[in-house]
């Protein structure tokens, strides 16, 4: 049985309050929005899955590795809840609004 992942970008999680004696120095009991796993950005094993940073709500800053099991997930697609000035938020945004007339335009022409 192969592992996955459990909580992808933009996915808006609450952090348990406890998080153990190791991380006692890492936010908790907060809400934050999820950036990448540790395997999306270094790679890995399948265990790299369950490791996440995160982006702390509402505006503080980011922190690395959350364990899976240590967040709960509230609703999934929050990247609008990112400060207006964050990248991954401004990237999302154009994404959205970029003009797709070349997709129809393609269409018309394989007809």
Same mark, same amino acid.
């Given at each position: 049985?192969?592992?996955?992942?459990?909580?992808?970008? #933009?996915?808006?999680?609450?952090?348990?309050?406890?998080? #153990?004696?190791?991380?006692?120095?890492?936010?908790?009991?907060?809400?934050? *929005?999820?950036?990448? &796993?540790?395997?999306?950005?270094?790679?890995?094993?399948?265990?790299?899955?369950?490791?996440? &940073?995160?982006? *702390?709500?509402?505006?503080?800053? &980011?922190? &690395?590795?959350?364990?899976?099991?240590?967040?709960?997930? *509230?609703?999934?697609?929050?990247?609008?809840?990112?400060?207006?000035?964050? *990248?991954?938020?401004?990237?999302?945004?154009?994404?959205?609004?970029?003009?797709?007339?070349?997709?129809?335009?393609?269409?018309?022409?394989?007809?």
């Amino acid at each position: 049985m192969s592992a996955e992942q459990k909580f992808f970008l #933009g996915d808006r999680v609450r952090i348990a309050a406890d998080l #153990g004696s190791t991380m006692s120095h890492f936010d908790k009991d907060c809400e934050a *929005i999820v950036m990448y &796993s540790y395997a999306e950005q270094y790679g890995g094993s399948n265990k790299d899955l369950d490791r996440f &940073s995160l982006f *702390i709500l509402p505006n503080g800053g &980011s922190a &690395s590795w959350y364990y899976a099991d240590q967040l709960t997930l *509230i609703e999934p697609d929050r990247l609008d809840m990112l400060p207006k000035n964050h *990248i991954v938020r401004k990237n999302f945004e154009a994404k959205w609004r970029r003009d797709d007339s070349w997709i129809t335009g393609l269409s018309e022409q394989q007809s």
